[in-house]
């Protein structure tokens, strides 16, 4: 069994931030600096955070620590979507999410100094664990603001890989002020989830692996939306590889502030967001949002309902377990709106970034006890 891209059946078991610290990088230190395109290339001349050159960086910078995950195929979910489906399974990446590839490239970026004082963030979900882990790796300490609010399974990461975690408030004026305090206190360096360059080259190693050595055909991206990082760096190497690629967002209806943006051609923020997927509540920064706003081809909304069956999908099926951000993708291409929309219909062999299974699981084992 090729242990790159794997038939799931035959499987018998199967916002922006308020605070920064003085080495934080802005757009302002992008001028200048193109979008570097491969061979062959027509992507336009734009300047954006990161690139091909600083994404293929990160690849060989990240390679000795992150796994190269699997692709999984189904017939059974080809002939429920209509086409060929690639699922790039992130949930089985080191720290359970496609976030370490990003946090590892943040990590190993820093200097010596900048390092030995340690890194800073604040995080409810898979960027707080994967730092948490890359931090470890590197042997520095990792101090991780978490709100009383978040995900048990995840608190528990961060406590696994060895983070600090600092408690605040549930609200994003309590997590900031919280993490400036700690930030004065040590010195450390703040690493933002998705707005910084060195994350989005990280976690756009991951269209390397996939277009370059795993499924070259592709015509298509299905990838979660929330604060952009994931898709900034996913449509920028894919893009510099086949200019032809689409790529899509997938985004909940309760949290549907990049659907919006892409509309009104700015960036939107919601009063509130409403949704299962707890990783998908975020919006866009000002480093993510150009390569959205350019390279991205439409967003996909779905509701919850959807989302929750393309879990249980993704378990039955191809026998992962994904939270409700990383099913999304397949609740997307699932949808009638994408199935109906004939721009899109040309489309027949499409990756679905699975970027995440850090799904708390109590709910089910205490089924069992029943």
């Not at 916002?15 to 992507?43: C, H, K, Y």
Request: aromatic share 6%; charged share 20%; proline share 4%.
């Amino acid at each position: 069994m090729n242990s790159e891209r794997v038939e799931a059946e035959e499987l018998s078991n199967p916002r922006f931030w308020n605070i920064w610290p003085t080495n934080t990088v802005s757009n302002q230190d992008f001028v200048g600096v193109g979008i570097a395109m491969e061979a062959g290339s027509q992507l336009p001349e734009t300047k954006y955070a990161a690139d091909i050159s600083s994404i293929r960086e990160a690849q060989a910078r990240i390679e000795p620590f992150v796994h190269k995950t699997p692709v999984f195929t189904s017939e059974s979910l080809n002939a429920l979507s209509g086409r060929r489906l690639f699922f790039k399974c992130e949930c089985l990446q080191k720290g359970g999410a496609f976030k370490f590839r990003g946090a590892c490239n943040a990590v190993f970026s820093l200097d010596d100094d900048q390092a030995a004082k340690g890194v800073v963030t604040h995080s409810s979900g898979n960027h707080a664990a994967a730092l948490s882990l890359a931090a470890k790796l590197r042997g520095i300490p990792a101090y991780i603001v978490i709100p009383t609010n978040a995900p048990k399974c995840k608190v528990e990461n961060v406590i696994r890989y060895g983070g600090q975690v600092i408690w605040s408030e549930a609200t994003m004026q309590s997590r900031e002020s919280t993490a400036a305090t700690v930030l004065h206190e040590t010195g450390a360096v703040l690493l933002h989830p998705y707005n910084d360059r060195r994350i989005i080259s990280g976690q756009g190693t991951i269209s390397l692996e996939l277009l370059e050595q795993q499924v070259p055909q592709l015509d298509g991206i299905i990838v979660p939306i929330s604060g952009g990082g994931l898709i900034s760096g996913v449509a920028l190497a894919a893009k510099s590889i086949n200019p032809a690629i689409r790529i899509f967002a997938a985004e909940p209806e309760g949290a549907n502030d990049a659907a919006q943006s892409k509309s009104a051609g700015r960036i939107i923020t919601l009063p509130e967001t409403n949704t299962v997927a707890d990783g998908l509540r975020a919006f866009l920064g000002d480093l993510t949002w150009p390569i959205v706003r350019d390279l991205v081809d439409g967003v996909i909304t779905v509701n919850d309902e959807e989302i929750i069956n393309a879990m249980k999908l993704c378990y039955e099926i191809l026998k992962v377990a994904v939270e409700p951000s990383g099913a999304i993708g397949l609740a997307a291409v699932l949808s009638k709106s994408f199935k109906k929309n004939s721009a899109w219909k040309d489309c027949s062999n499409i990756g679905i970034i699975l970027s995440g299974g850090n799904v708390d699981l109590g709910i089910l084992w205490d089924a069992y006890k029943k």
